[in-house]
């Protein structure tokens, strides 16, 4: 089945500790994106990457960084979180050249 | 930059009601448009999309059609089930791809008997 796979589903932490949420899709896709969703806020990108190797900044990347060595695969990680990177993470994959993207079913991460 | 305001929610139907969620947008050159829709628990699955002015998009039961003049993406339905309780997001692409989505802040749609 095709599909965009996230863990953990939930989470939660505390200030300061390492964590990573992964992220892997088994569609071939080249582009692959993290977005957080927060209320009244909608969905904002953190990171992208275009291919292995290639990854840039969306509208929110402070605290994140994230990492594209496989194809399939794209981590995000959080050196240290803080209470304000609480929030529900989503992983995104897409075909270069077509404009459909498929999400995760969401990474609900707190931080205390 | 782009982006794209929604009506605010919670929008509370019963059921075979008509359904009308506003969507607009700011962008510069010739946007996609998109109405994605997330059920509870799930991340957001594509409902229908347009690419060009006047296109119209469907799925489902739901349109939305391209208004340039009006830089709008309203998303109709004519009959609401309870099924379609979910919440409903507006988004655009600039880039041809989905590299890069912006989306609305989401309504979420209460459908009851």
């Known amino acids: 089945e095709a599909q965009v796979t996230q863990n953990p589903r939930y989470l939660i932490t505390v200030t300061g500790k390492k964590l990573t949420v992964t992220c892997s899709q088994n569609?071939?896709?080249?582009?692959m994106s993290w977005y957080r969703q927060d209320p009244g806020l909608g969905l904002r990108q953190i990171y992208y990457s275009m291919n292995v190797e290639a990854t840039d900044k969306g509208d929110v990347p402070e605290g994140y960084k994230v990492s594209r060595k496989e194809k399939r695969n794209f981590p995000l990680i959080l050196e240290s979180p803080s209470p304000n990177q609480t929030s529900l993470y989503f992983c995104?994959?897409?075909?270069?050249?077509?404009?459909?993207?498929?999400f995760g079913q969401g990474t609900r991460l707190t931080v205390v | 930059g782009d982006s794209v305001t929604q009506m605010e929610g919670p929008v509370t139907l019963s059921e075979e009601a008509f359904l009308t969620i506003n969507c607009t947008y700011t962008a510069t050159g010739y946007p996609s448009l998109f109405w994605y829709v997330q059920y509870p628990g799930e991340g957001l699955q594509l409902l229908l999309k347009a690419t060009k002015a006047d296109d119209k998009g469907s799925n489902k039961g739901f349109e939305a059609t391209y208004r340039k003049e009006t830089t709008s993406f309203h998303l109709e339905k004519g009959s609401v089930q309870v099924s379609d309780s979910a919440v409903y997001f507006c988004a655009l692409s600039n880039t041809g791809t989905a590299s890069k989505l912006t989306f609305g802040t989401g309504t979420r749609l209460q459908v009851t008997l």
């Open positions: 995104a994959s897409s075909l270069a050249g077509e404009d459909e993207a498929f």
């Open positions: 569609m071939n896709h080249e582009y």
